[in-house]
């Protein structure tokens, strides 16, 4: 769609940033295409096949924000057949930490609706596949996109084998991931909402993952952890209104590389937002080399009234 802030330029100069500087001496893959039946590890044959055949059909509008058109299937397949191969890789061993530069994004599909830029959760179908058929037992989703990840939660909302921990900007679109939705059933406490105000910059941000995001993953044990990493939380982005720099993201990285050490996960990370070419670039080229294990740490000064806030809530299910 003309104007669309979603455009292929996004990854084109993320590509040649990337080959700029020989790969940050990453191991370059192409992504292989997702099955219809990897999708329908999370989503519905409704959802799957209207996809399909809208466009086969030439395409068209499925919401106000998300069109798509003939190629669109193809790039859908091989995106959450991307993010399933970042899985397999890592949970063979071949690596610690792995990214996958892909579009369209995942994190906002639902089990049976497409919506906000997203056809399929790319993540999500990463995730399922890991536990049913890669022999991973539980799996750690964060997603630190600014906006809400509504369709990883809804798609997890019931499940204790996957921890989903969202840290996004609110009140903002799509309006979901208030902080006192904590899951249902057997997934009441493993489906964590962490809402920061317009505004918030890397001491809020750093804070919540240090003194509540780690802790969390700490106690969850996962086998797998995988980053729905959008980069939309950057101050220059247009989308949203918080404040991070490049190296704000590095550290939230950094933080998370060493949780995966910790309890000996692997960390994937699966691109979702970032809508400012050169914010995107920036805050990559400062994210990768920390998740492959440039840096240290460096703690959060203080722990913020917001992480204190979000560990009181935590506690009939967590010892943080």
């Known amino acids: 769609m003309p104007g669309h802030p979603d455009t292929p330029e996004r990854l084109i100069r ?3 940033a990337l080959a700029e500087r020989d ?8 992504a292989p295409a997702a099955s219809e039946d990897d999708l329908g590890l999370v989503h519905s044959d409704r959802l799957i096949g209207s996809i399909r055949d809208l466009c086969h059909s030439g395409g068209g509008r499925i919401d106000a924000d998300t069109a798509v058109g003939e ?4 790039a859908a397949l091989h995106a959450a057949g ?3 191969e970042l899985a397999r890789a890592l949970l063979a061993g071949e690596d610690t930490a792995g990214y996958c530069a892909i579009r369209p994004s995942g994190h906002h599909a639902e089990p049976d609706r497409a919506m906000g830029f997203c056809l399929f959760d790319n993540v999500a179908v990463a995730a399922a596949l890991a536990i049913d058929r890669l022999g991973a037992q539980r799996v750690m989703i964060l997603d630190w996109d600014v906006h809400h ?10 499940r204790a084998d996957v921890l989903v921990v969202n840290v996004h900007q609110m009140p903002l679109y799509p309006g979901t991931g208030a902080a006192a939705q ?32 780690v802790p969390l993953g700490e106690r969850f044990d996962p086998d797998l952890i995988l980053i729905s990493a959008g980069f939309d939380a950057h101050r220059a982005d247009p989308l949203a209104s918080c404040e991070l720099e490049a190296e704000s993201f590095a550290r939230m990285a950094r933080q998370v590389r060493e949780l995966g050490a910790r309890v000996g996960a692997p960390v994937g990370a699966v691109q979702e937002g970032g809508y400012e070419p050169a914010a995107l670039v920036d805050s990559l080229l400062a994210t990768l080399p920390a998740l492959a294990g440039e840096g240290d740490p460096v703690p959060a000064a203080t722990e913020s009234p917001l992480a204190t806030a ?9 010892n943080l």
Request: proline share 6%; net charge negative.
């Open 310 to 318: 979000a560990r009181e809530r935590l506690a009939p299910f967590w």
């Open 23 to 30: 790969w940050l001496g990453m191991e370059r893959r192409q």
């Open 82 to 84: 991307g993010a399933c």
């Open 149 to 158: 990840g509504n369709g990883t939660e809804a798609i997890f909302r019931d």
């Open 14 to 16: 993320v590509e040649a």
């Open 182 to 213: 904590l899951g249902s059933g057997e997934g009441r406490g493993f489906n964590v909402n962490l809402p920061v105000p317009p505004g918030s910059g890397e001491e809020t941000w750093l804070s919540l993952v240090e003194h509540v995001v």
């Open 71 to 74: 190629a669109s299937w193809e």
